[in-house]
């Protein structure tokens, strides 16, 4: 066990000497004289607000996905619609289903206090989606620093970037290419569904009328899909949810990808990465299922490349007193 490990942090440093190299003006001490306390304050509140709810962790990370996949990291997300303004909350991805906006509120606030006007909402998202997967039993990364805020938002670019839960496999890649990722980045940020919850409304028409067909998804094991039936009835609560990962529902691991090779998988965006017929998806699906040290580094890099896609950095953006809004002039 030991030798594992040793071997991941190894690898783990090597890669993140690559990605400093590639992401010169990110970098992990970015707060080290301006706000030495961050990680210790961003960290107390989620281990917090994760106390109090298990499924905030996963709803974290999710901001911070999120975030990243509309125009970049850039904290757009967390923007409040306002008369004048619409922001990405409303957007059908995002939409009564996003969370933990309190939470990154509560970090602000905290980190106002302590150093005024110094650390963008960006950067929160992406140190509490890291304190997050690791209160799980996740692995750890260091998070590279030095995002600043947008001043806009898109609820149109939301819409249309962020993966859904209905998307085929060709539809999953190109929208996790146009971000510069590759597949294995999906497949291995896929696998964050090894924790958290999702609502009825995300996958009920895989229970009853998948595809106009009249007829369940063909490729829900039986007995998971009665279950799924039971928790989601046909005019029930769209809003109920059920786990993403009905073994270890809390915690972070790799039963995500096992629960794929049983027909298991609770969104048919997860399913289609092992039931698409001969897709490039298959053998990964089937190594991270096998090797749960393999899947840990492999997202803790892939997390690290998701992080840096189109960061503001420099004097764009600014960085925001309140998360919620754009600071006036």
Same mark, same amino acid.
């Given at each position: 066990m030991g030798d594992k490990i040793?071997?991941?942090?190894?690898? =783990?440093?090597?890669m993140l000497v690559f990605v400093l190299s590639a992401s010169a003006q990110l970098t992990y001490d970015f707060y080290q004289k301006s706000c030495p306390n961050v990680f210790s304050i961003v960290g107390s509140v989620v281990q917090n607000a994760v106390k109090n709810e298990?499924?905030?962790?996963?709803?974290?990370?999710?901001?911070?996905f999120h975030d990243?996949?509309?125009? =970049?990291?850039?904290?757009?997300?967390l923007l409040d619609d306002t008369a004048t303004f619409t922001g990405e909350k409303n957007a059908f991805p995002n939409a009564g289903s996003?969370? *933990?906006f309190n939470v990154v509120d509560d970090i602000k606030t905290a980190l106002e206090r302590e150093c005024n006007g110094t650390v963008s909402c960006a950067d929160i998202?992406?140190?509490?989606?890291?304190d997050s997967v690791m209160l799980a039993g996740g692995p750890s990364w260091w998070v590279l620093l030095g995002r600043r805020d947008s001043t806009t938002a898109s609820q149109a670019a939301a819409n249309q970037n962020i993966p859904a839960p209905t998307d085929s496999l060709s539809t999953l890649i190109s929208k996790f290419q146009a971000v510069g990722l590759s597949v294995q980045d999906m497949v291995t940020l896929s696998g964050a569904h090894t924790f958290g919850r999702a609502r009825c409304t995300s996958f009920s028409t895989r229970l009853y009328n998948f595809n106009?067909? *009249?007829?369940p998804d063909s490729t829900l094991q039986q007995s998971y899909l009665s279950t799924l039936q039971s928790t989601c009835p046909q005019g029930g609560d769209p809003n109920a949810v059920a786990p993403l990962d009905i073994i270890t529902p809390n915690y972070f691991d790799n039963c995500y990808f096992r629960l794929l090779q049983t027909n298991k998988g609770l969104l048919q965006s997860d399913q289609e990465l092992y039931s698409t017929p001969n897709a490039s998806t298959i053998p990964l699906v089937n190594n991270?299922?096998?090797?749960w040290y393999k899947f840990l580094n492999d997202f803790r890099s892939s997390m690290l490349k998701m992080g840096n896609i189109s960061s503001l950095t420099g004097t764009s953006g600014q960085i925001r007193r309140n998360c919620r809004v754009v600071n006036s002039a």
């Open positions: 040793s071997d991941l942090a190894t690898a =783990g440093f090597i298990t499924r905030m962790a996963a709803s974290l990370l999710r901001l911070h990243c996949f509309v125009n =970049g990291c850039d904290g757009s997300v996003l969370r *933990g998202l992406a140190i509490a989606a890291r106009s067909t *009249g007829q991270y299922a096998a090797n």
